[in-house]
């Protein structure tokens, strides 16, 4: 009798709080339950699917789509003012000042210099960071497919640097490459001279691409780890039994199978890699000089940086950039093996 009691006490008590709980939780839902249910019968249950999806275009509509239709108007105005209504029409004279120049390979024959060389950096990055990135992403998914100790805990480690801000991932990397960092005092401490990384440019121009790839190759990771284990066992032990060894498995047997992930992966980085801005401007700037300006950061450097608030340059170079990069993106999406 003396065991019961507690039991029984402890049932009542948790029946009591349910009940309260419940009544709490009815007692919040019901307005809200009125509310919807007066909605429904006033526009009708097909159209109440678009009500839940209201509030996400509304904040799709004022955020995304009316500033792209606004890069639009200050594409072809000119001007200094904010407001598109005091701002002058120019037609296609932002895209002509852009487009001038003598010899397209020569930044300096350009009229507008600073964006052709924004334009050549952008490219020399994207073709080693995207070449790099997917490398070291393949390599990594691979090591991660196998069994080996601890693998949980290595997928995390390498997924680890996408959960930061890529300001952080910037200042760290400063304070380690700076003159008087990290890497700097490991060096003189073993008797070897400073060296220039944050002034020299083609040291700036390596630790930009090497910083990006650590930072955002985890992502990628992920993305070929799920594309690896989609592959059956069964067809790796028909290859084996065939006679096949390890390259030959992986030329015929994983990356045909893999080419959809790829895809992907290769879109995704691309887009990014074109789009590369926070980590560069925390990092560097765009210097030393000129060295590592690109595209992103010219853009906003005319249209917020400068005393001049050259709006329309910004806004007709953003576009010049967003037709290269829906022409790249087309370009990878048809070169795809059919099978993908």
Same mark, same amino acid.
């Given at each position: 009798m003396t065991l019961q009691l507690p039991k029984q006490a402890t049932k009542m008590a948790s029946?009591?709080? @349910?009940?309260?709980? &419940?009544?709490? *939780?009815?007692? $919040? /839902?019901?307005?809200?339950?009125? =509310?919807?249910?007066?909605?429904?019968?006033?526009?009708?249950?097909?159209?109440?699917?678009?009500?839940?999806?209201?509030?996400?275009?509304?904040?799709?509509?004022?955020?995304?789509?009316?500033?792209?239709?606004?890069?639009?108007?200050?594409?072809?105005?000119?001007?200094?003012?904010?407001?598109?209504?005091?701002?002058?029409?120019?037609?296609?004279?932002?895209?002509?000042?852009?487009?001038?120049?003598?010899?397209?390979?020569?930044?300096?024959?350009?009229?507008?210099?600073?964006?052709?060389?924004?334009?050549?950096?952008?490219?020399?990055?994207?073709?080693?960071?995207?070449?790099?990135?997917?490398?070291?992403?393949?390599?990594?998914?691979?090591?991660?497919?196998?069994?080996?100790?601890?693998? @949980?805990?290595?997928? &995390?480690?390498? *997924?680890?640097? $996408? /959960?930061?801000?890529?300001?952080? =991932?910037?200042?760290?990397?400063k304070w380690i490459l700076q003159e008087n960092g990290l890497l700097n005092g490991i060096i003189t401490g073993v008797g070897f001279n400073r060296v220039p990384f944050m002034v020299d440019a083609d040291w700036a121009r390596f630790w930009v691409v090497i910083i990006s790839v650590w930072a955002f190759m985890g992502f990628y990771t992920l993305i070929l780890l799920a594309g690896l284990q989609s592959i059956p066992r069964e067809l790796y032990e028909a290859a084996e039994i065939d006679g096949a060894n390890a390259w030959q498995a992986f030329r015929g047997v994983t990356l045909p199978l893999l080419m959809p992930s790829m895809t992907v992966v290769l879109v995704l980085s691309l887009i990014r890699a074109v789009q590369i801005f926070d980590v560069v401007f925390a990092f560097t700037g765009g210097g030393p000089g000129t060295a590592t300006l690109y595209m992103v950061?010219?853009?906003?450097?005319?249209?917020?940086?400068?005393?001049?608030?050259?709006?329309?340059?910004?806004?007709?170079?953003?576009?010049?950039?967003?037709?290269?990069?829906?022409?790249?993106?087309?370009?990878?999406?048809?070169l795809r093996p059919e099978e993908a």
């Open positions: 029946d009591l709080i @349910g009940q309260a709980l &419940s009544a709490l *939780f009815n007692l $919040v /839902l019901s307005p809200f339950e009125l =509310v919807f249910s007066l909605l429904q019968r006033l526009i009708g249950i097909r159209s109440m699917p678009y009500l839940f999806v209201l509030p996400n275009l509304l904040i799709f509509g004022v955020f995304i789509l009316f500033p792209m239709l606004f890069n639009f108007v200050y594409a072809f105005t000119g001007g200094t003012e904010f407001f598109p209504d005091r701002r002058p029409w120019v037609g296609t004279a932002n895209f002509d000042q852009i487009l001038t120049c003598q010899n397209f390979l020569d930044p300096n024959s350009c009229r507008e210099d600073l964006f052709w060389r924004a334009v050549f950096n952008t490219a020399g990055y994207v073709v080693a960071q995207v070449a790099l990135l997917v490398l070291a992403a393949m390599i990594t998914a691979l090591v991660l497919n196998r069994s080996i100790k601890a693998r @949980g805990f290595f997928r &995390s480690v390498f *997924f680890y640097p $996408v /959960l930061l801000s890529p300001i952080v =991932v910037a200042l760290i990397w950061q010219y853009i906003y450097d005319n249209g917020f940086a400068s005393p001049t608030k050259q709006f329309g340059l910004a806004a007709s170079a953003s576009l010049l950039m967003a037709g290269v990069l829906i022409l790249l993106t087309l370009g990878q999406l048809r």
